[in-house]
């Protein structure tokens, strides 16, 4: 296929998606569905791959394994590598093992080899992605935009889930996030890329700049530093201009939850990660301000 036929082909896919919203809504929602499965990848892979890097590397600055001449694979890498298989027994999977929500139904939630019961999360990540996907391309429509958001959406569900089950943002995601949003509104997809530009600068240093207020009086660690990274992501993409809605929204909804958690009764974390309501926020942000 020549460029032109390329092209040619591509323009006639988009006119068939502007007018038909069906059709764009389907296609929205399953890709969703299978990006939900590619996200459990992510979220499962990525924390526990830094962490061995993370060990491999202050190993190798102790000098206890100088006779280790193994390259280290990139943390990345291992969201590829190996292919899908059960943690408890090891064995790959098959196709239809991994058919998004269909196979835990029809697997009723346990491994086919061993028999282990797998998480009802894996699903609910599924349904998730999908149900959010199908939201933004409602609200933003077949175009740039309807599908940059998608793919912000995708990113947001991977942090979201990941600083739940490690209190961290990883740099391999949400340093891509900002350059994406610049990228993006280096076209302005969203907003300009002046108001990006000053929307990243603003997001990390405001949090930046909280952090270490709330250091110099405490002598505590109030954030992470992946939270600015995250929030100066989000200004990349939608402006400075959504920076103070985005952290009211995740300020409120972090005081709530926090609230609740204090209120009930048994043991609580008292680290609550902050990434997830700053996810909440630009998710919220996005979607009300329609661009």
Known sequence: ?????????????????????????????????????????????????????????????????????????????????????????????????????ASYLLLKGQCAFCSITISPRYPLVE??????????????????????????????IAMTFIDLDHKLLPDQLTLPLMWLGLV????????????AFWGAVAGYMSLWLVYWGFRLVTGKHGMGYGDFKLLAALGAWMGWQALPSIVVIAAVAGLLVGLYLR???????????????????????LLWAGF
């Open 1 to 101: 296929m020549d460029f032109y036929t390329f092209t040619s082909t591509l323009s006639t896919f988009t006119l068939m998606l502007q007018e038909s919203q069906a059709l764009w809504l389907t296609i929205g929602t399953i890709f969703s569905l299978l990006m939900g499965s590619f996200l459990n990848l992510v979220i499962g892979r990525l924390p526990k791959a830094m962490h061995k890097e993370w060990q491999q590397d202050c190993r190798l600055l102790l000098e206890l394994d100088k006779d280790n001449t193994q390259p280290t694979r990139p943390a990345l890498a291992t969201i590829a590598w190996p292919g899908s298989h059960c943690p408890s027994c090891k064995t790959p999977l098959k196709a239809w093992h991994n058919i998004p929500v």
């Open 127 to 156: 349904l998730l992605t999908a149900g959010l996907g199908l939201l933004v391309a409602w609200v933003l429509g077949p175009n740039w935009q309807g599908i940059a958001g998608l793919v912000l959406v995708y990113f947001l």
């Open 184 to 195: 993006c509104n280096a076209l302005s997809v969203f907003t300009s890329l002046e108001n």
């Open 263 to 285: 209120l009930r009764q048994g043991p609580t974390d008292p680290q609550i990660p902050f990434g997830p309501f700053l996810a909440m926020g630009g998710l919220a942000y």
